[in-house]
């Protein structure tokens, strides 16, 4: 019997629906616990080249979300490991892991090698770096967060608005599942739903799962959803960037203490407690460059000093960069 049988028997799948599937290369960004349910899914269902890009070793804490993983998988390559689980699961498909971050720098080459980017780092400035450009390659993202007992995914871009269109201000919260927890169950069910709106846009099914938000309740055990398709996109963003990026030319400010990183972003940096942002002297004909470990920080600088800045501002996420 046939490897895909129980799928192909369906009528939205089919023979021409598997050839869909084994033609699509497919970008997953992040290795953790959203990846744990989407890289087996979509293995399993013969997409025919996985990428996986996570800069990360496995932890023990966080094995009760990464199933992918086992405990004498600590200390080594997420990306490798993750690799490698989906290679022992179906070998006719092609699976490259890459140890490294996805940034500002990487982004475009990563992306424009693939039909379909699944955002799976649960992370600031790794999302809205997908979502930029997937919106200029015109690329489909799928892109997916959770936290605690809730979590959400939705189809952007390839079409669709971006990220930034459903979500332009900077979280309320600074939370992290390493600040405020997080229960495995929740990651799994929002990352099989990702996985599931990934083969739904390969198939072509209809309703697009572009332009599609799907917000899921672990305590309520309750899902809802909404369509997006004519939010517009922001007048104007601010760009991540990576700590490489930055140059003596530009003015650099470090929000992060020195108990919190010894060392700034950039040998140049001056360093600002984030409540001081608004007395920093703009330096005309530079551009401003306001870094801290997610990014988020730095984004709600940026918001209270744009009104009287002249010129650009940009965000370095240095935990990433």
Same mark, same amino acid.
């Given at each position: 019997?046939? @490897?895909?049988?129980? +799928? =192909?028997?369906?009528?939205?799948?089919?023979?021409?629906?598997? #050839?869909?599937?084994?033609? =699509?290369? *497919?970008?997953v960004v992040g290795a953790g616990g959203l990846a744990a349910p989407v890289l087996?899914?979509?293995?399993?269902?013969?997409?025919?080249r996985v990428t996986i890009v996570d800069g990360d %070793?496995?932890?023990?804490?966080?094995?009760?979300?990464?199933?992918?993983?086992?405990?004498?998988d600590c200390g080594r390559p997420k990306a490798e490991i993750a690799a490698a689980r989906c290679r022992a699961l &179906?070998?006719?498909i092609d699976v490259i892991g890459q140890k490294q971050s996805l940034t500002s720098v990487n982004s475009a080459g990563l992306v424009a090698q693939a039909d379909v980017i699944l955002d799976c780092a649960d992370n600031y400035a790794a999302s809205y770096t997908l979502s930029d450009t997937c919106l200029a390659q015109g690329k489909p993202l799928i892109s997916a967060s959770v936290l605690g007992l809730s979590g959400y995914v939705g189809g952007f871009c390839?079409?669709?608005?971006?990220?930034?269109?459903?979500?332009?201000?900077?979280?309320? %919260?600074? #939370?992290?599942?390493? =600040?405020?927890? $997080?229960?495995?169950? *929740?990651?799994?069910? *929002?990352?099989?739903?990702?996985?599931q709106m990934a083969l739904n846009l390969i198939l072509g099914l209809d309703p697009s799962p572009l332009g599609q938000m799907v917000q899921y309740d672990g305590r309520t055990l309750r899902s809802s959803g909404f369509r997006f398709d004519d939010a517009p996109e922001p007048n104007s963003c601010f760009r991540f960037l990576s700590a490489s990026q930055l140059t003596d030319e530009d003015q650099i400010i470090e929000l @992060?203490?020195?108990?919190?990183?010894?060392?700034? #972003?950039?040998? &140049?940096?001056?360093?600002? =407690?984030?409540?001081?942002?608004? $007395? /920093?002297d703009p330096n005309q004909g530079k551009r401003l460059a306001l870094c801290c470990a997610t990014g988020l920080r730095a984004w709600?600088? #940026?918001? +209270? /000093?744009?009104? &009287?800045?002249?010129?650009? /501002?940009?965000? *370095?996420a240095a935990s990433t960069s």
């Amino acid at each position: 019997m046939s @490897r895909y049988a129980r +799928q =192909t028997q369906l009528p939205e799948v089919g023979p021409e629906g598997q #050839a869909r599937l084994s033609s =699509t290369r *497919v970008l997953v960004v992040g290795a953790g616990g959203l990846a744990a349910p989407v890289l087996p899914l979509l293995s399993g269902a013969g997409v025919g080249r996985v990428t996986i890009v996570d800069g990360d %070793s496995v932890d023990l804490s966080n094995l009760h979300r990464q199933t992918l993983f086992s405990e004498s998988d600590c200390g080594r390559p997420k990306a490798e490991i993750a690799a490698a689980r989906c290679r022992a699961l &179906n070998a006719e498909i092609d699976v490259i892991g890459q140890k490294q971050s996805l940034t500002s720098v990487n982004s475009a080459g990563l992306v424009a090698q693939a039909d379909v980017i699944l955002d799976c780092a649960d992370n600031y400035a790794a999302s809205y770096t997908l979502s930029d450009t997937c919106l200029a390659q015109g690329k489909p993202l799928i892109s997916a967060s959770v936290l605690g007992l809730s979590g959400y995914v939705g189809g952007f871009c390839g079409g669709a608005p971006s990220l930034r269109a459903l979500f332009p201000d900077a979280p309320d %919260s600074g #939370a992290s599942c390493a =600040t405020a927890g $997080v229960l495995g169950p *929740v990651v799994g069910a *929002v990352g099989a739903m990702q996985a599931q709106m990934a083969l739904n846009l390969i198939l072509g099914l209809d309703p697009s799962p572009l332009g599609q938000m799907v917000q899921y309740d672990g305590r309520t055990l309750r899902s809802s959803g909404f369509r997006f398709d004519d939010a517009p996109e922001p007048n104007s963003c601010f760009r991540f960037l990576s700590a490489s990026q930055l140059t003596d030319e530009d003015q650099i400010i470090e929000l @992060r203490s020195v108990d919190e990183a010894v060392c700034p #972003a950039h040998p &140049n940096a001056k360093r600002v =407690t984030p409540e001081n942002v608004n $007395v /920093i002297d703009p330096n005309q004909g530079k551009r401003l460059a306001l870094c801290c470990a997610t990014g988020l920080r730095a984004w709600r600088a #940026a918001e +209270q /000093i744009q009104p &009287n800045w002249p010129g650009e /501002i940009v965000l *370095v996420a240095a935990s990433t960069s």
